[in-house]
């Protein structure tokens, strides 16, 4: 089984209304609840979904949460559409990676970053149509160039102050900017005048709900979506995968196999 870790009350005006990250007692598994890094976890019975056929139990934990949140980025919030075109900040992610293959499912055209050349190569290989590397390339001109002049119509970024400034000079008019992080750093300044002007929507996004964990649960037993892993460590052996993590060396999920040492 996979489990969604985001858990509201279920009887709230948010639960009852299918927003549940919007619930006053919404908690995350390892972050508000125990329930990480364990053999046993109780959750309610909402928030399980079988495992597609063919897939480890590594690919149904990393699965959950980046994907989720990727796809309240992209639809619920950000509405992304056939056709449109998004900018998609450290490819590296597995939120990012979940955002590329949602974004090819959903048909539009897309642009990841990353300040390493492996990374930009494989997301290339994984279907991005631009990649850029944000350390030595200008990104806010070659993403116009790449949309014809006049920006993308999406922006995916959770990196923060490091990317914000670049992430608005990248939208094009009536833009939408989503974020659901701030690595680098949580205050940000904009200029309003470009905001109101341009008529951009700057949206803030976390989790998903029980009925957007639904569909991706679906998609991903139809085989549209998978999560990509990037390397898996025994238990005995976790502080080694969150320094690789640390450190941003991964490309995708880092999985613990608590079972296994």
Request: overall charge neutral; some cysteine.
């Given at each position: 089984?996979?489990?969604?870790?985001?858990?509201?009350c279920?009887?709230?005006?948010?639960?009852?209304?299918?927003?549940?990250?919007?619930?006053?007692?919404?908690?995350?598994?390892g972050e508000?609840?125990?329930?990480?890094?364990?053999?046993?976890?109780?959750?309610?019975?909402?928030?399980?979904?079988?495992?597609p056929?063919?897939?480890s139990?590594?690919?149904?934990a990393?699965?959950?949460?980046a994907?989720?949140?990727?796809?309240?980025?992209?639809?619920?919030?950000?509405?992304?559409?056939?056709?449109?075109?998004?900018?998609i900040?450290?490819?590296?992610?597995?939120?990012?990676?979940?955002?590329?293959?949602?974004?090819?499912?959903?048909?539009?055209?897309?642009?990841?970053?990353?300040?390493?050349?492996?990374?930009?190569?494989?997301?290339?290989?994984?279907?991005?149509?631009?990649?850029?590397?944000?350390?030595?390339?200008?990104?806010?001109?070659?993403?116009?160039?790449?949309?014809?002049?006049r920006?993308?119509?999406?922006?995916?970024?959770?990196?923060?102050?490091?990317?914000?400034?670049?992430?608005?000079?990248?939208?094009?008019?009536?833009g939408?900017?989503?974020?659901?992080?701030?690595t680098?750093?949580p205050?940000?300044t904009?200029?309003?005048?470009?905001?109101?002007w341009?008529?951009?929507?700057?949206?803030?996004?976390?989790?998903?709900?029980?009925?957007?964990?639904?569909?991706?649960?679906?998609?991903?037993?139809?085989g549209?979506l998978?999560?990509v892993?990037?390397?898996?460590?025994?238990?005995?052996?976790?502080?080694?995968?969150?320094?690789?993590?640390?450190?941003?060396?991964?490309?995708?999920?880092?999985?613990?196999?608590?079972?296994?040492?």
């Amino acid at each position: 089984m996979m489990l969604n870790p985001g858990i509201g009350c279920k009887q709230c005006e948010w639960c009852r209304t299918d927003d549940h990250p919007l619930c006053p007692d919404f908690a995350i598994l390892g972050e508000h609840r125990h329930g990480t890094l364990a053999e046993f976890v109780v959750v309610p019975a909402a928030n399980v979904a079988r495992l597609p056929s063919g897939w480890s139990f590594g690919e149904g934990a990393a699965f959950s949460l980046a994907t989720l949140t990727a796809w309240r980025m992209l639809t619920s919030r950000a509405h992304l559409r056939e056709g449109e075109t998004v900018l998609i900040w450290g490819i590296g992610g597995g939120v990012a990676q979940a955002a590329l293959q949602i974004a090819k499912h959903l048909g539009a055209r897309t642009i990841v970053t990353s300040s390493s050349p492996d990374k930009l190569e494989e997301a290339k290989n994984l279907g991005a149509d631009l990649a850029l590397d944000h350390a030595s390339q200008d990104v806010p001109k070659e993403v116009k160039a790449f949309a014809g002049g006049r920006g993308v119509h999406v922006v995916v970024d959770s990196v923060g102050e490091a990317t914000w400034e670049r992430s608005l000079r990248c939208l094009g008019k009536r833009g939408r900017l989503v974020t659901c992080g701030g690595t680098s750093g949580p205050r940000v300044t904009t200029d309003i005048r470009k905001l109101f002007w341009y008529q951009w929507d700057l949206l803030g996004s976390t989790m998903g709900s029980d009925g957007e964990y639904a569909e991706i649960a679906r998609l991903a037993g139809e085989g549209k979506l998978r999560p990509v892993l990037d390397r898996t460590f025994p238990f005995r052996d976790a502080v080694a995968g969150f320094r690789r993590m640390a450190a941003g060396a991964q490309l995708g999920k880092i999985v613990i196999e608590v079972g296994n040492g």
